[in-house]
């Protein structure tokens, strides 16, 4: 042991020196702890024609692309998923939209909708996530003002007008079960339609071991149909020359499957949309390929498969644009590039039976959960 001498001061002045003894080495100075990082929750929203997709705190939900707007003098229920104010009026989205009366009624993909509605469609996702709002709620005090940080990933908006999509940030204060909010957005980013898709096709390719410089993914969505090549260099996919047909979604099949099904001999019975929207969604194709999609008349069921399967191919047939769409993407995989299938119209087996086949190839491949990997793609 060494002897060593401590001194101490006092506003400038020596003290006293004591002798002690001390070991050969110095314990280092404990290292200051680091302020907690708080996380900012991001909520990534697709902002479709025919829905609204959201994914937030790793929930996904969705809602319709409509909105019901009520004056001032509207007194708004209470209990509804999706209703809410804004300023002096009211909102409700989705189903909440479509169930409720009054007010006017605006869709999404009218009028430019998208961008002139957007705060409206995030509040909407929020109110439609009432958890997230409740936990906030929880933890707040009193009647104040409930202010939260968010990040922002925008797909499927068609735009790029960053003054109109700034303006929509500026009006993010709303009441929600009688408490107010204000959302402060810290950064926002704008993605191509299907670019969760594709990160999500970028990991399978990755995964595979493969090396494909370029891939293409094919969405099909509620009102559209679109088909985009991706460069995937140095593992990050970049968009180019994307091609979309308005019109051509699951909603265009619907009413081509509704066409046919009031033929021949089932002419007689008048099917609701909504049945044949059900019997489209629960549709299935056997090992054999036989087309089942069964809808329910009184107290029998009729198996309307055969008209599904010829409302396809006039889908396919009779719209030029998605005509000569699947033609580009044939043409495409003729070239050995990977085509992967994302969209809500891809998690019904009919149309993802009918397009794989119609496609021909072993390089289509439908991604997994395909009505929710283009924003769960992102995380």
Not at 158 to 166: A, F, P, W
Not at 244 to 252: E, I, Y
Not at 311 to 317: D, T, Y
């Amino acid at each position: 042991m060494k002897a060593q001498t401590i001194e101490n001061t006092t506003n400038g002045k020596t003290a006293p020196t004591a002798t002690a003894n001390a070991p050969d080495t110095i314990a280092p100075a404990t290292a200051a702890k680091k302020p907690k990082t708080v996380a900012v929750p991001e909520l990534i929203l697709d902002g479709g024609s025919s829905r609204t997709k959201y994914y937030l705190e790793k929930v996904t939900g969705s809602y319709q692309s409509v909105c019901r707007q009520f004056t001032k003098t509207t007194e708004l229920p209470t209990g509804y998923l999706g209703v809410f104010k804004i300023g002096d009026n009211g909102y409700a989205v989705g189903d909440s939209a479509l169930s409720l009366s009054g007010g006017s009624v605006e869709e999404g993909y009218a009028n430019d909708n998208k961008i002139k509605l957007l705060n409206v469609w995030i509040v909407g996702a929020l109110c439609t996530h009432p958890s997230f709002l409740f936990k906030r709620i929880k933890k707040s005090k009193g009647s104040a003002v409930i202010k939260i940080d968010l990040k922002i990933a925008l797909l499927s908006l068609s735009s790029h007008r960053k003054k109109e999509i700034e303006k929509a940030f500026s009006n993010l204060k709303f009441e929600f079960d009688e408490r107010f909010f204000e959302i402060n957005i810290v950064s926002y980013n704008l993605y191509p339609e299907g670019y969760g898709a594709a990160c999500a096709a970028k990991k399978l390719i990755k995964e595979s071991g493969g090396k494909d410089v370029k891939f293409h993914v094919l969405d099909l969505g509620g009102g559209t149909l679109t088909h985009t090549p991706y460069s995937n260099q140095n593992g990050v996919p970049r968009a180019s020359n994307q091609n979309s047909v308005s019109g051509a979604g699951v909603v265009s099949i619907t009413e081509f499957f509704a066409k046919e099904a009031s033929k021949g001999d089932t002419g007689g019975n008048i099917y609701h949309f909504s049945r044949i929207k059900d019997a489209l969604e629960s549709s299935a194709v056997s090992e054999a390929g036989e087309y089942s999609a069964e809808i329910v008349l009184g107290d029998s069921t009729r198996d309307l498969g055969d008209r599904l399967k010829s409302g396809l191919e006039s889908w396919s047939r009779e719209i030029i644009g998605v005509r000569e769409l699947l033609r580009d993407v044939k043409q495409i995989l003729r070239k050995g590039e990977r085509v992967y299938l994302t969209g809500g119209g891809f998690k019904i087996a009919a149309v993802q039976a009918f397009i794989t086949s119609y496609l021909g190839s072993e390089l289509v491949t439908t991604l997994p959960n395909p009505d929710t990997v283009n924003i769960t793609g992102l995380d």
